[in-house]
């Protein structure tokens, strides 16, 4: 009888896999659709409107999300053999490959604190997305004349949650299908509306005055305005760019992941931020015009689309009703319809992502050993899928129940978690590289430092500017600070009590890292 072999990660994965699973979480047709509103309302400390500096923030955004991708990438490349561990395997290797043993010994406190930021960050994330796509359902359904009462929108926050989970459970091969489905979708449908947007404003069919266009001219797009607006816009654009580190946790199921993970990094975020976002941010703010009103009349332009719980889905049926013989709502309902298959995909990504970290941690026994067990036929972690979806379902009903208020809570929440990862990402590449043979001073000294810089600068900005807006804000704000020090308490609390139980140092002593594993 031959003895039955315990389950693995299968290498499936070439470039295309790797790359489109980061793109799928990225997902630039979901955000264009969930943010503008945010940004079109944004106001700086003095009660500016800081809107026009939307399309420039992004540019900014993109350096700190560029210096950040370049760190994990180089960590990628040395550390092929991370497996699904991606930035919690690199926060241990960076320092236990050091020769110094006072460096060695605090490896397992370097890992800890990077595994509870990428949890943090990825096991939010997802229940952020099945909030949005509750919203979504909701304002679609009000299109239709059909108010959902709550408890129906938490049924669709549950369900939505469930259905991601089926897809994640049955392992990275279906899921990498599903993601380049869904990035092509949600491509062809940004591009459409792109170019309809353009065409829009270009022969101006409804005879729009200069006077009446929100930037006269398209150079107003693209140049700064004021730096402390494309600062405070830059804090709300960060967020749509996270998820291009997501494919350094497929290093198991990567076939060559040297080669392939340091390129899908880069590769994701030049496609959807560089290419996605700068043309559907450019496209959106070239066709607002003060046509655009609010639905009561009262408002236009910038303020109509800041009142607006889809200024993209009101820009798609006016361009529509102009440009497409009056099928505006269609047009409208199919670019919605993206939407949602969009949030799809960014969903399961977080959770292919989330629940590998979980599984690489339960291998080294810093989380419960039930985190590590795979799915005997496909291979997955599927008790972490299970309590993710358990988890999702929770925040999502959470941010469902509570509005506008505890959805921003919950995403900050999450984007706590991501600067903080990134931030760490920056200065462990520092400790990876500095004194060996591989060193090279831009790459391993300058960048990394400017990310870390820049990080830390983001997530102080976003809770400063959260704690001194006040009102529903600075609640918001406080909720994410809840959520994030909870989270902190149960981590070490198992922290502590695993290892007193087992007796293992959480920062040994230098006599006992004197030698090399």
Known sequence: MSTPSTPVMKKTLGLTGVTVNAMALIAPGAFLWMTFQLQAANLDGSGGSTALDMWTGIIAAL????????????????????????????????????????????????????????????WVYPGVMVAFFAVLVTYLAGQFGLALPIWSQVVIAWAFSAVVGLIAMRGISGSTTASIIINIIQLTALVVFSVLAILFRYQN??????????????????????????????TIAILILVGFESSTAFAAEAKNPKRDIPRGVILSLVIQGLFAYLLEYFAANYALSDRLVSADGSLKGIAAAAVSGAPIGDMAIQIGNTLLGGNGFAFMLVIAASVAIAILGTTLAAMNTGVRISFAMAQDSEMPDIMGMLHDKYATPFYGVI????????????????????LTGITLASNLGTFVLYALICGLTMVAFIGNNAFNFFKHA????????VNVIMVLA????????????????????????????????????????????????????????
């Open 446 to 453: 300058i960048i990394p430092t400017l990310g870390l810089i």
């Open 205 to 234: 069919p409804l005879g729009i005055a200069a006077a009446e266009w929100y930037h006269p001219v398209a150079s107003s797009i693209v140049l700064p305005h004021n730096f402390a607006g494309m600062l405070f816009q830059s």
């Open 462 to 517: 976003i809770f400063v500017i959260g704690v001194v807006s006040g009102g529903t804000t600075a609640q918001a704000t406080y909720l994410a600070l809840a959520i994030s020090i909870g989270w902190l308490v149960l981590s070490i609390g198992y922290l502590v009590i695993t290892s007193a139980r087992k007796g293992h140092a959480i920062i040994p002593s230098t006599a006992s890292m004197a030698f090399k594993d």
């Open 63 to 122: 350096v700190v999300a560029f210096l950040t991708a370049f760190s994990f990438a180089e960590l990628a490349k040395r550390y092929p053999e991370a497996g699904s561990g991606s930035a919690y395997y690199f926060a241990e290797k960076a320092f236990l490959d050091r020769e110094e043993p006072h460096h060695r010994r605090w490896a397992r406190l370097a890992k800890f604190i990077t595994g509870w930021a990428a949890h943090l960050f990825y």
């Open 387 to 406: 309590m993710m979806v358990v988890i999702s379902g929770i925040i999502g009903t959470v941010g469902v129940l509570g509005g506008v208020m505890t």
